[in-house]
């Protein structure tokens, strides 16, 4: 018998699975449901003191309505707003004074360095992990002889799966810039704290540049730092979440997409596909349908992880594939 490959899409609803895993362990104080919640509280990268979110720092998110108390609703419509705005503004070729176009640079810098902030919170190797589902479940498939290959597509930027990993000595790579064949191969489409590009700005001097189009850059210039992370990358390759990477069409994001997708195409009937936690935003249901229509529509297993599956997502996936199963959290999979 063949052995079998996994092809893994993580939306937030993972990380959010993680922490609420933590609360009973730690308070982390994360809040990765509403990306401005803590924004008061991130350092600027400039003198590591907090306040990044602020009109200070971020006058145009600020003009805009970004505040630590506004609710997680207003921040998922701010969100929406500045990255549709910027996504045609951006195609048009409009220049860099639009507001929104602004407001789009100050996200992408602000959203690395609350997650490098965010990773300051958790100590991994002080915390158990045993009794997560996601744990035993990718521990046992990177240890089952029945197991080809495992393939994580996360469109999250946080590293704490790796760090999991990495405690653990679950070999991975990941795609496009650090590959040595490893049975675990990770792609992160919409970037990630650890990309590490070879240029960085100088700390006294760090500004947001808004005439400059920062989150753009090759593929070869960025390596995998996990130790040393900060937020003073030249080129920052972060997407801001409800934004179509495939609209931006950037370099070093086009790569790993385009690599995920060929993935995608070589799956089999008898390989298997898991969903979790994907709020399958309007603006990000492109790049999502172009990795899902890529996989045979045969596939036999296709599990849904979600306690609140958005209706168009579970009209479109049951149109895809007929054997989907849906689950309301990870328990089932162990």
Not at 151 to 169: A, G
Not at 208 to 222: A, K, Q
Not at 310 to 328: E, G
């Amino acid at each position: 018998m063949d052995k079998k490959n996994y092809f893994i899409l993580l939306g937030n609803g993972f990380t959010i699975d993680l922490i609420n895993h933590l609360k009973n362990k730690i308070d982390c104080g994360i809040n990765v449901s509403n990306l401005f919640s803590n924004g008061e509280l991130v350092p600027w990268p400039g003198n590591d003191k907090p306040g990044f979110l602020s009109y200070r720092y971020c006058p145009n998110l600020w003009t805009l309505g970004a505040r630590p108390n506004m609710s997680n609703e207003d921040a998922i419509n701010l969100i929406e707003d500045i990255i549709t705005c910027a996504n045609i503004l951006h195609k048009n070729n409009k220049k860099s004074q639009n507001i929104y176009i602004k407001a789009y640079k100050e996200l992408g810098t602000y959203l690395q360095a609350l997650f490098v902030y965010y990773n300051k919170q958790i100590n991994i190797n002080t915390v158990d992990f045993s009794d997560w589902p996601w744990f035993k479940f990718l521990n046992d498939l990177y240890n089952s002889s029945e197991v080809e290959k495992i393939h994580i597509v996360t469109l999250n930027y946080d590293i704490w799966l790796e760090r999991v990993f990495k405690k653990i000595n679950i070999h991975f790579d990941i795609a496009s810039i650090d590959e040595n064949d490893n049975k675990i191969k990770i792609y992160k489409p919409h970037g990630s704290i650890s990309f590490s590009h070879r240029v960085k700005k100088e700390k006294e001097a760090f500004e947001i540049r808004y005439d400059t189009d920062s989150n753009d850059g090759e593929i070869s210039e960025f390596t995998i730092e996990y130790d040393n992370i900060n937020a003073l990358n030249s080129v920052n390759a972060i997407i801001p979440p409800a934004g179509d990477s495939s609209r931006l069409d950037f370099k070093w994001a086009k790569e790993i997409r385009d690599s995920a997708k060929e993935v995608a195409k070589s799956l089999n009937k008898n390989d298997e596909l898991i969903i979790c936690g994907l709020s399958y935003w309007h603006v990000d249901r492109l790049e999502i349908d172009s990795i899902l229509t890529s996989i045979n529509p045969e596939i036999e297993e296709v599990k849904i992880i979600n306690p609140y599956t958005p209706k168009v997502f579970n009209a479109i996936i049951t149109t895809l594939f007929d054997k989907v199963i849906f689950y309301n959290n990870s328990k089932p999979l162990i």
